[in-house]
Structure formats: structure tokens, C-alpha cells
């Protein structure tokens, strides 16, 4: 099984903004589909919602006509769907609410978000642009998180990843996980969900044992993927915490470096 992040690995970041090109390098969208050729199962595996993954599994052409459907792990592995048509097998949800009223006493002017499944997001206030896929329902924050939810974001563009991340170990944030982007972005999802855990869950259905997983991400959010995976690749521009939990690093998404590390095999 071949596990593939998204954004900053198969898309290329847009230069000074939280936001990746939505277009794939010829050579990393060859080099993909040779792995599936080959008779990989390719899991994509991506902190966006399943709204957001669904066009770059088309651009990937990943799915062919009488095969079974692709299996992806979304919402950083608090949904896993299977695509076409989407259909959702699993999904962990938690109270959200404790931790976003904290989070917000010291970042009053944070907007949050929460999926509006096939919509886009329901807002406390509008994100920049591109930074969410889909339509933006502006909802008020009690509303936001009145019951049980796979994942909320937290942005702050006043702020800096290091003052979020800094947050999070203060305040403990009790009962969820959460994960800093390159940003001051922070998603909240149910205690001990990440994308290796909806990966393990794709992987048992499909009869894929652990060692026989290779993975490839750049951000903070990959570092239980990349430990979890029998091989798991770093991107060559990713911050050292996801480095080092890493067997190896490739070359920059810039670089084509999810395509370099396939090529090894296929």
C-alpha cells in the first residue's frame, strides 16, 4: 500500500501563502499511477476534508472503470471514505467545544471551521481564499460545535505557527489531538486519531500488513504516518520533528520529490 498526503507532496505550495497549485506535476502523477499499475492499493491521506480530496483523486486519475473503489483517509483519519461514488465507512467524532472556548479565550479574532460534508464548511467567519475548499456557511461558534464533530480548524492570521503551537502545550488540550500547520492553523480531532490510524484501518480491510506500507508527507500532521508505515519518506522540505520521525527524506515538492521516491520501485 502506498499512503500519499496531499498538499506539499503531491501539490506544490504557492509561494508565501497557506495554499497549494491544484495541479500535479506530470511526473509525480506518472509515477503514482505506475505504483497502482504495479498493483499498489494508493491511499490518499490528507488532513482536507473529503469534499476537498475528491478532485485530486480525479486529476490523479487514480480510479479506473471496473475496478473497486479508491479507499482515502480524510479529515487527518477521523473519516476513511471510498470513492466513486462517496461513501463513508468510518468516522470518529468528539466534543469539540471544551477546546475551542479555550483556544479562543487567548485567540478571540481566530476564525474556526467545521465540515460541512458535500457543502464545504460551516465559519465563524470567512477564511482567506483558497484556504478552504467549497462553499463557506457563516455559523455562530456555539452552533459550530453543539454536538460531536470529526475535526475542527482553528486559524488565527494575526498569529504564527509557533504561537499556536506554544498554545497547544499550554493549555493540554484535554480529550482531543491536535496538529499545527505551516501556519497559525490548528485542527482538533478526537483523542488518538491521526492518519495512521484511519491508514491502519484501510490496511486491515484490505489485508495490507503494516510493513508492507510506504508513506510519504511533509507537515506535522504526517509524523504518526511516517512512523507507523513500514518505510516512511519525509519531504525534503519539511520541518525537522517530521524528519526525524522519518526513515528517509526525499527531494522538495518542488523537486518532484514524491516522484523520485516511487520511482525506486515502480
Same mark, same amino acid.
Given at each position: 500500500m502506498v499512503a500519499l498526503d496531499i498538499d506539499g507532496t503531491l501539490l506544490k505550495w504557492v509561494e508565501g501563502a497557506g495554499t497549494t497549485h491544484e495541479e500535479i506535476a506530470p511526473a509525480v502523477g506518472d509515477a503514482v499511477r505506475r505504483a497502482r499499475d504495479a498493483g499498489c492499493h494508493v491511499v490518499l491521506a490528507s488532513g482536507r476534508s473529503p469534499h476537498g480530496m475528491i478532485p485530486v483523486a480525479d486529476r490523479l486519475e487514480l480510479y479506473l472503470d471496473g475496478t473497486e473503489p479508491l479507499w482515502v483517509v480524510a479529515s487527518n483519519g477521523a473519516v476513511v471514505f471510498r470513492y466513486p461514488p462517496l461513501e463513508v465507512v468510518a468516522e470518529e467524532t468528539f466534543d469539540a467545544a471544551p477546546a475551542v472556548r /479555550? =483556544?479562543? @479565550? *487567548?485567540?478571540?479574532?481566530?476564525? &474556526? /471551521? =467545521?465540515? @460541512? *460534508?458535500?457543502?464545504?464548511?460551516? &465559519?465563524?467567519?470567512?477564511?482567506?481564499t483558497g484556504e478552504l475548499s467549497g462553499q463557506m456557511i457563516l455559523t455562530e461558534v456555539d452552533d459550530l460545535v453543539s454536538a460531536p464533530v470529526s475535526r475542527v480548524i482553528i486559524r488565527d492570521p494575526e498569529a504564527t505557527a509557533e504561537d499556536f503551537l506554544a498554545l497547544a502545550r499550554e493549555l493540554g488540550l484535554h480529550g482531543t489531538d491536535y496538529v499545527v500547520g505551516w501556519t497559525a492553523w490548528l485542527d482538533l480531532a478526537p483523542m488518538g486519531v491521526s492518519k495512521a490510524s484511519g491508514l491502519a484501518h484501510v490496511a486491515e480491510r484490505l489485508g495490507v500488513a503494516q510493513t508492507d506500507v510506504l508513506a510519504i508527507g511533509d507537515g506535522r500532521n504526517d509524523i504518526e504516518m511516517l512512523q507507523w508505515a513500514g518505510r516512511g519518506v519525509a519531504m525534503g522540505q519539511a520541518v525537522q520533528p517530521v524528519i526525524d520521525a522519518a526513515d528517509d527524506v526525499t527531494a522538495t515538492v518542488g523537486e518532484d520529490g514524491a516522484a523520485l521516491e516511487l520511482g525506486k520501485y515502480f
Open positions: /479555550a =483556544v479562543l @479565550e *487567548r485567540h478571540p479574532k481566530a476564525l &474556526v /471551521a =467545521v465540515e @460541512e *460534508r458535500g457543502v464545504g464548511y460551516r &465559519v465563524s467567519k470567512e477564511f482567506p
